[in-house]
Nanobody, 123 residues
Framework: QVQLVESGGGLVQAGGSLRLSCTAS????????MGWFRRAPGKEREFVAA????????IYADSVKDRFTISRDNEKNTVYLQMNSLKPDDTAVYYC????????????????WGQGTQVTVSS
């Protein structure tokens, strides 16, 4: 199974930016769709963004559209989530996920998950 490790979480002021990284240990990274999900306090896990295998088409949740950007570097086996104009409502544990699909916003389509990284946005 693919091992995923997230990094880049932390504390940031509202309106600020943060970039999350997720690195995969396997050598089939380019064949996986990659996604970011988050779980806020008292909330269910929700889809944030995903990027397809191959060409790298992207999809986003409405709540982060035009603020977050997902990208990937297949040479480095790494997927990124650039988060701009952060809001307190973005506070959550963010999880990186990999799936053997083209692209998806459904967590059940992702079979590999990272440990999560905390993002806290202060007002």
């Amino acid at each position: 199974q693919v091992q995923l490790v997230e990094s880049g979480g932390g504390l940031v002021q509202a309106g600020g930016s943060l970039r999350l990284s997720c690195t995969a240990s396997g050598r089939t990274f380019s064949s996986y769709a990659m996604g970011w999900f988050r779980r806020a306090p008292g909330k269910e896990r929700e889809f944030v963004a995903a990027i397809s295998r191959s060409v790298g088409s992207t999809i986003y949740a409405d709540s982060v559209k035009d603020r977050f950007t997902i990208s990937r570097d297949n040479e480095k086996n790494t997927v990124y989530l650039q988060m701009n104009s952060l809001k307190p409502d973005d506070t959550a544990v963010y999880y990186c996920a990999g799936g053997n699909v083209y692209v998806s916003r459904r967590p059940e389509d992702f079979g590999s998950w990272g440990q999560g990284t905390q993002v806290t946005v202060s007002s």
